[in-house]
Structures are given as structure tokens and as C-alpha cells.
């Protein structure tokens, strides 16, 4: 069954396409869910809400974009609820985390195992800002749309969660540290 | 270019986590059912709570038509003699603020005697008042009793046993008005004596006097006089064929002279004094709490269909601790008929609106307190109306009876007492403009799933602007060019907002409390409203 035929059935409330939408997805916007939530039940009630927004809001899918998509949005914004409800969205890194210099594209380096594992040791503000625009796509301006900020603010969030990431980074492997190289 | 590299990227989204058995599709299904239902009841319940907060409204307001002015003070007829003279500015000042409407009279020949009051007091406050409530009561409704008599024929005899009788020396001797003709039959007062207020700087006789009426009383009709009357009797004088009787007891007598020379000096107290006595010693002012019921905020509860809207009403979702409040309230108070039991009653529409800015600090579960600065203006306009009770004998007929001795000459007057009521009505308003800071708490909570907010402040504050003469319901007096100290209370219950994420918008019907202090009669005057209002709640990230 093609996502087309899966979505027209859905439209026509087949309760065999629901189920068949739910298997297909479900545990990939669980994986979704998990990198936004803070614990396991957060996210599995995240996932539920936002099947049941999909299940509603089918009927207003224009195809502009894939099924999963628009699905992976649906869902993002039903985490953001999550955290907004819970505690601040946007944290702040000290004075000297901040002037630590670093490269970070020796995260390209890493599995994605170990990938994801840095960005679940982010504070909640920081991995949110990273999750959205590093890994979702989302530009700097949805960010502030979505969350409520300012663009500057989000910029200045992704630029400090990248330093948060250099400073795992470093302290995972120290020769990453480019103040320690011979140059 | 994106940050990581697409083949990450990819990876990260292919990644799946397994589900555990709480996670099914049914339970999905289960949730989306639930909040089909939510949203299918949500209008029905919105229409429910407008209607139970539109009844309570329109309650009130019947409530407050028909019952508002029970137990309100009851102002006693005074003794019109000893009042001090009025300010001649101020009386200038009052006439020209109090627009006169018109002056209606209303003269009874009813039989009402004009008793003297100084027999006892009443410790009791409330019993002073109703019983005050009764005695005027009776006054107004009582029934005429005209009692025509044919004189023609009287014997000696009979005159001495059904009237009193004035010899011709003795009518000489004493006042005329005094000369009251009065049968002998027994006549029960009705109602109670009283002690009047007590007026500062003694402006008002103690001896006060009080309307009551009496039962009508026949007057045995007498006749055959001439049966036993002698053959040379004098010729019997009738003044007039048809009289009015008078029935009173030679008690009151003297009282009744006594209101007949003071009636000459003034018809009514005059405004001062009346509210000299309303709130002298025995009698004050018995305000009725407007009590604002549970039932009239009764919560129902209405589920909104995301917790997503939750959040903003948790002091803990905002990074910054302050939060800046814009708020508009209004609060009114109408009333819609005279009270026919005081002598001055007062009706009309009172209104209040108050524009306050405030900052909100958060402390801890859900409670907030509130300092800021508040504009307000209180207006009232109506109208008043005095109604006035004269009483004055007049002489409706006498009776010259002779004797062949013409020392047994004999004089027979038949007097009545006439109460007059004048009813005179005016327009009255006033506004007051002033400025207070006010200070109070917010709590925030849920009410089912719904966010409420529950207000209550104080606001000292000072007037800028005082005009006009501020009336209650059965007073008034000029409130202007003054400095009012002022002191507002208000409590407010509604349902928030959220607007978005910086914005938050609470509904607050209210019930406030507007007094002020005032200087020259070092008296304070306190208002409840009810109303509705809304306050816009900035957070700041």
C-alpha cells in the first residue's frame, strides 16, 4: 500500500489504513519524540496526541511536501508542547563555556549512535534548537515561529548548543580540543 | 547547507524505537474519540456558563429592585422649632445643584393625632427603625373617617357625657387652638412612642414628634334637647350644619398645640438636619451585603481540547518572574424606584471604571502579588424626592349654647387635624475622579481543566476630581472641590487566555467595593458594585 492510498483511506476514516499508518510510523516518530522529550512517558504521550492531530488533520494534507513529512512536523510541534508545559524552553550557557573555541565538524565523525547520545546531553533548550534545525531542517525563522522567540534568539540558541556539543565533544576525546594541537 | 551531513541526517530519521504495550493503535483511537466528545460539548458548555453568569446578573438586579432598600435607616419625623439656620452659601449652593423637578401635594382630612414622644426609649436600634417603618406606614394609609354630626338638638346632659366642654370663661382664659372638642370615649394610640436621634450641637429638639394615627372613633349622636330645656333657653348657635368630627383625648391636647406653633415656624427639617438624624444616636445606616454567592460563580467545567494552552498560566513556564498586567474594570448599581417609607429617597444609576497597570511578581503555587497604579471614575446621576408630612388643626365648626344663667354659657369647638404631604422631586449627580495604588494577590489555578484566576486588591488612592452631590439611597450631599481619601476593594473570578506565548488574556466578572472618606462631615461612604472587566497579562521570556 502506497502512502497515497494509505492517505485516501485514512481520508475516508478505513480504520485498516489508520492502523496500517499507525504501524508504518509509529515508531519512527517515537525515535523522533524520544530526541525531544526529556523522559520515556513524555514521549510516548507526545506520540499519541499527535497521531490523534494526524488522524484529524488528514483531510487538510495538500501533498506539498511527503506524508512523513508533514507527519514529522505534526509531531515536533506536539513535543515543543511538551517542553513548553514542562519548563523553559531556552537555557543559557555560562561565561566560559561560551569563549571556548571549537570545531565542531568532528561531529560528522561520530556514529549516529554516539551523535545522539551528545545531543541527549544538551540542556532541553539547546537540543531543542538543534533538533529543529540540524536534523528537522527547520530554518531559524520557523524556530522563532514555532517556539515564540526571536530569530536572533534562535541563532544565538543553535550557536550555544554547538558549543555545548564541541565541549562533550572535548571532553570525550581531548585531542579534539584545537588549543591542544602542535599547530 | 545544512549543518550535519545529509547521510546523518538520514540516519537519524530512519531510526526507529520500539513501542511497549501501552502504545497501540487502539489507545490512539480511544483519545480521539474522547476528544471528539470534549469538542462537541465545549459550545454547550460556554453557553451554559454565560447563561449561569447572565442569571446571576439579572438576580441581582431583580433582587436588588425589589429588596435593596429594606433595612435601610428609617429617618423620624423632627421637631421643626430648634433647627439651626442653615448656611445661607451652602443653601445657595444646594439649590442651584439640585435642579428642582416638581412639587406635588397631597392634603388628607384624615384623622391624625400628632403625639408626643418623650415616654420612653428603645435601647434596640433595629427595633427604633421598624417600628419608625410602621408608625409612618400607618400614617399614609389611613383612612379618611369623616363623621358628620346634626347638632341641631342637644340636651345639657348629653353634651357632658359624650364631649368634653369648654365654659365661656374658661375658652377665655386659655389658648384657642387649645379648645379641642373630644368625646368620651376611650382612644387607643396606635403605634409606638419613640426617642428621637439625638442631634449634635442640639439643632433638634428632643422633644421630637412622630405621626401615629388613631382608629376612628364615633361620636355618639345626641338628640331631644329640647325635651328637658327650659322654655327661655337661649337660642342654640350652630355654627355650621355640617362639621367634621375630631377625635381626640384631652392628653393630646397639648401636644397637638405645640406642632401648631411649630408648624408656622418651619414645615420640614431641612436636609442637614434629616441627615443629622439618620446618623444620630439610634439610628444608622443598615447596608445590606451584596453577598457574592458560590453559587453565583459556580464552576463548570469545560475541557479545552490541548493541554497546550496550559502551560502559560504557570508562574514556572516563564523564564522572567514579572509579569506586567493592563486591566479595565467596570462595576454599576441601579435603582429603579423611590423607597415610599423615607422621607428622602434616592434612585438612579451609579457606575465605576478603573484602568490599572501592574506589575505581577510570581511566589509560589500559582500566587502572584500585584503592586501598580490605577485611574478610576465613579459617576452616579438620579433623581431625589422629599416627601413631607404637615400637620395643622383647623377649625371646622363651634357651637355657642346658652343658658339662662349667662355664666352656663357654653362654647363648643370641633376642630380636625389636616396632613398634608408634599412630595418634591430634583435631579442629583455626581463624579468622582481620583487615582490609587493599588496592591493585592493573584492566584492561579484550574477549575477541571480550565485555567481561572482568581483577583483581590486594595487601592488607597485620592480623588483629583470631586463634583456634584454623591447620593446613597435615601441621602445626598455635596461632595464638591474636595480631596476624598479613598479606599477601593475588588475581587474578581474569571477564566484566562492565552493569547500566545507572551500574551495572556483573563475575564473577570467582579464585585467591588468603592468608599471614600469625607472630610467635612467626617463621615464615610462606601458603594459595592458588580461588574465585568479584563486584564491583558504580558510575560516576559
Known sequence: MTDKELLEGCKREDRICQRELWNRYSKKLFALCQRYCNNTEEAEDALMESFVKIYDNLAKFRGDSSLETWMRRITVNQCINKIRARKHVLDSLTEEEYHLGFDDQGLNNLQVKEILLLIESLPVGYRTVFNMYAIEGYSHKEIADELGIDEGTSRSQFSKARKALQLALIKQNPSANPLNSPS | MSYLEKHIVDQIHDLESPLNERMTFEEVMQRREKKKRRLLLFWPRIVVVGGLFTAAGLGYFVWNSSHGKINKSVVIAANQSQQTQKNTESKQAEEKAQKFIGTTTYKSTDKTVIYNNNIQAYSEKQNLAETATEILAQTRNIIPAEIVIDYQKVTNSDILTAISVVTQNETS????????VSNSNKITLTGE??????????????????????????????SNFNNEAPTNAPVLEEITSRITATSVTAAEISSVSEVEQQAEANHWINIEALLALTHGKGLQMFEIPDPLSESDFKPVFVDLEDEELNHYFKPGNFDSPYHLELS?????????????????????????AHYQLSVLKDLSNGIQIAVGASYGEWEGNGQWQKREWNSYTVRDSSVLIGFPNPNDRQVIYFDSTVNELTTTQGGINYQITKISLPIGFRKLMYLGKTPFRVAMQISPGRTIKSTGYYFSDFEFHSIDNQRLTTMDMKIALGPSISINRNFTVVLEPNANMQMFHDSRTQRVHSKSFYGFGFSLIRHFN
Open chain 2, 328 to 352: 479595565v474594570g467596570t462595576g454599576s448599581r441601579v435603582l429603579t424606584n423611590f423607597d415610599e417609607t423615607l422621607p428622602l429617597s434616592v434612585l438612579g444609576n451609579q457606575y465605576n
Open chain 2, 193 to 222: 412612642a419613640m426617642e428621637p436621634a439625638e442631634i449634635p450641637g442640639s439643632a433638634i429638639n428632643k422633644a421630637e414628634t412622630i405621626a401615629v394615627s388613631v382608629p376612628k372613633v364615633d361620636i355618639i349622636p345626641v
Open chain 2, 173 to 180: 382664659a386659655i389658648n384657642p387652638s387649645e379648645n379641642k
